[in-house]
Nanobody
């Protein structure tokens, strides 16, 4: 069984910063890609940022130059540093991990989500 758990959300004023963390635990053979998605009320879930096992990253255009995704492979953890936050960044942020629980079993795992609210 694999679990993915986020932390670090909260309420912040526009222009402020937050750092989200996501830890994968359980039966893990290899963690491939990890990423952050978000879903605002009435909108579809969208990609925020992803990072490969080798450290390659990609970002949504709306967060480029403001958000940074990173990972600590030794801790099975991925981070999202969010700077210069805007009210339109308000959403529930979800961590996603593409994780092999053994050599032949690949799964797509989601956390429960963490709320980020940016006030104007």
């Amino acid at each position: 069984q694999v679990q993915v758990v986020e932390s670090g959300g909260g309420l912040v004023q526009a222009g402020g910063s937050l750092r989200l963390s996501c830890v994968a635990s359980g039966r893990i053979f290899r963690i491939n890609e990890m990423g952050w998605y978000r879903q605002a009320p009435g909108k579809q879930r969208e990609l925020v940022a992803r990072i490969s096992s080798g450290g390659s990253t990609n970002y949504a255009d709306s967060v480029k130059d403001r958000f940074t995704i990173s990972r600590d492979n030794a801790k099975n953890t991925v981070y999202l540093q969010m700077n210069s936050l805007k009210p339109e960044d308000t959403a529930v942020y979800y961590c996603n991990g593409r994780i092999q629980s053994d050599r032949f079993v690949n799964g797509d795992y989601w956390g429960q989500g963490t709320q980020v609210t940016v006030s104007s």
